[in-house]
């Protein structure tokens, strides 16, 4: 489904069965197909059936990505459909596991906003942007919902801006302010006999539009492709081609990171990085109807393994190991180099 398909003209029935047999095909990207999936499921209403989905990844012996993301979609949906307690177990088991990832803590905010639970969702807010950017210089690009929701809900609780609310703002690009979008009494206006207040409050929700619009602009991140030590070995080896793109192993790591420092200097947003696999790369070539030998291949190889959900973001978290996989935290490890 592309994502400017208007929504009425989906099947969102028919797209989650397509997406659970393309997940039977690709048992590697089982996680995040399955995932999209069941959120056609929940568009389509048929909760009980997304739900089925996000037990079958818990229970599977292939151990998730992200499971942290896949309990809190699961507590989200149980309470749209009346399993109220059974959601606020799931709601508290997340926060107790202090995930490094923003988003199982926006979606658990957003389930108890969304059930009038303002102060337990101003909580919950908090509590994963003090884990995720006490001294970090800048916020990662996958945190900004974070900021950005928590400055909804203080708003409505009539809190007085701090520090993050500040931040939120300043990372926030539309032409009108988060305080202007985030305003309690907007609902008010959209009953007013005023034109004056009515076009105020269109211009409003034509800049939330843009910001969403903004969002789904990148469904992916812009990743750049990283092979391990092995698998850079076994493609060399197998392409003899390709060791012009890669002269050492320690020169395609110092690399990646140049690369997405560079591109997060010139402002590009929601960067990431994909670890690919000589049959997965064989199979990807083999589709294209191309040698593997070609090295325009890679960049495309990137993208793909990124549609289908393999992308990590960078950089990592606070505190997170390094992406190369070294064992060390990012910060000692690929962190601390200076870019050359």
């Known amino acids: 489904m592309r994502p400017d398909t208007p929504a009425e003209n989906v099947d969102h029935t028919a797209e989650a069965a397509r997406l659970e047999r393309t997940a039977g095909l690709y048992p590697e990207d089982a996680e995040a197909l399955l995932l999209r999936a069941a959120a056609h499921l929940e568009l389509s209403g048929d909760r009980p059936a997304a739900t089925a989905l996000y037990d079958r990844l818990l229970s599977s012996s292939t151990p998730l990505e992200d499971p942290h993301l896949v309990r809190a979609l699961k507590a989200s949906n149980l309470w749209e459909y009346g399993h109220e307690a059974e959601a606020r177990a799931i709601i508290d088991g997340v926060r107790a596991a202090s995930p490094r990832d923003a988003a199982p803590w926006v979606i658990i905010a957003e389930a108890l906003e969304s059930h009038d639970e303002l102060e337990a969702a101003q909580e919950t807010f908090t509590e994963g942007a003090r884990l995720l950017l006490t001294d970090v210089p800048e916020p990662p690009y996958s945190t900004h919902p974070l900021l950005f929701g928590r400055h909804r809900v203080r708003r409505m609780l009539g809190l007085a801006h ?145 549609a289908r959900g393999r992308a990590v973001a960078w950089p990592p978290q606070r505190g997170a190991g390094c992406w190369c996989g070294s064992g060390q935290a990012y910060g000692e490890c690929h962190g601390a180099q200076t870019p050359a």
């Open 162 to 306: 701090d520090d993050w609310d500040t931040l939120a703002d300043t990372l926030h690009s539309m032409p009108i302010s988060l305080d202007e979008l985030h305003d309690p009494k907007r609902v008010w206006s959209l009953g007013s006999d005023n034109p004056a207040e009515l076009e105020a409050e269109i211009s409003r929700l034509r800049a939330e539009l843009g910001a969403y619009r903004e969002a789904l602009s990148r469904p992916f991140p812009v990743a750049i492709l990283h092979w391990t030590a092995d698998e850079l070995t076994e493609l060399v080896t197998a392409y003899p081609p390709l060791s012009a793109e890669y002269p050492s192993y320690e020169d395609h790591l110092a690399t990646i990171e140049d690369s997405l420092r560079e591109l997060s200097s010139s402002g590009t947003p929601n960067l990431g990085i994909v670890t690919g696999t000589v049959p997965s790369y064989e199979a990807f070539a083999a589709s294209e109807g191309s040698s593997p030998e070609d090295p325009t291949l890679l960049p495309q190889y990137a993208t793909t393994l990124a």
